[in-house]
């Protein structure tokens, strides 16, 4: 379990840390090593940049909790779990296994998602596929003897690139992001999966390497990221892209699934607001 991090751009500088040697030393990827099919990897990838205060941080940590819940409904399978958070700078919240047993457990705050700062998405979607790599070289070289059969990346945004750093800025970094993603849905079999709000998803979704039809509109709301979460979780589960009808839901879904949490949003947009004036 990697303690929780954040770092600075350029965030692959993560990797010449000698604290956290199994990921320095870039483990070549081994096909002998025996593959677990009752065992799926879930990262997701959290935009945290200041649009983000458009959603109630206390809500979508609910819903990634109950994605995850999700996930293994019937409580046969072994899942284990990154969640990153991501601005200009990127955030390793939680890395560790999933426990079907303790449904209080903590895998996500609402501070650790709080919005500020820009939008480093290429170079922080080009690390999470690094990193998880990594791991997936790791486990059963190094760490057991077995490692996942299913490896699900999940990204969450509302807004486009405007901060990446050296090679991963730009249209060029866009092009060798959109190879690494390819390379890893064709050869690896990963499934990648982009929400996003503000953008057309399947657009910037594609420019990256991701295939269209794992890649969803949602409605700038509370209602619209649970919709679309809801509806990414079951197509994860049922392993396949997005529906029309899950695509209409999450497009036009509106303000008012959000009542609970009404109050927590206007505090919240209230200390934002206090704290540009400070």
């Not at 895998?107 to 919005?115: A, F, G, K, V």
């Not at 070289?141 to 999940?154: E, F, N, Q, S």
């Not at 953008?199 to 890649?215: A, E, P, V």
């Not at 509806?231 to 609970?260: K, L, M, P, V």
Request: with cysteine.
């Amino acid at each position: 379990l990697v303690q929780k991090q954040v770092m600075k751009l350029p965030f692959h500088q993560f990797f010449n840390n000698s604290q956290y040697e199994h990921f320095h030393k870039n483990i070549p990827h081994s096909e002998d090593v025996e593959i677990d099919y009752g065992w799926k990897h879930i990262t997701f990838l959290l935009d945290k940049s200041e649009s983000m205060y458009s959603f109630n941080q206390t809500k979508m940590v609910k819903d990634v909790h109950e994605f995850l819940k999700d996930q293994n409904c019937d409580k046969t399978q072994k899942i284990s779990v990154t969640i990153f958070g991501f601005n200009d700078r990127l955030s390793i919240i939680y890395d560790g296994f999933f426990d079907m047993f303790d449904s209080d457990k903590i895998y996500l705050r609402s501070e650790d998602i709080e919005p500020s700062g820009c939008t480093a998405l290429t170079e922080a979607t080009a690390f999470m596929v690094d990193y998880i790599g990594r791991k997936c070289a790791n486990w059963g070289t190094l760490d057991g003897h077995t490692r996942p059969g299913h490896v699900i990346c999940a990204t969450l945004t509302d807004g486009e690139e405007n901060s990446s750093t050296g090679e991963w800025k730009n249209k060029e970094g866009m092009l060798k992001l959109k190879d690494i993603i390819e390379e890893h849905t064709n050869r690896w079999s990963w499934k990648f999966y982009f929400l996003g709000a503000n953008i057309d998803s399947q657009r910037t979704g594609d420019s990256l390497g991701y295939s269209k039809d794992k890649c969803i509109d949602f409605h700038t709301s509370d209602n619209g990221s649970s919709t679309v979460l809801r509806s990414c979780s079951q197509a994860i589960r049922e392993d396949r892209g997005f529906s029309q009808e899950e695509r209409t839901a999450s497009i036009q879904a509106t303000h008012d699934y959000q009542n609970d949490y009404q109050n927590d949003y206007h505090n919240d947009f209230d200390r934002f607001n206090y704290s540009q004036r400070m």
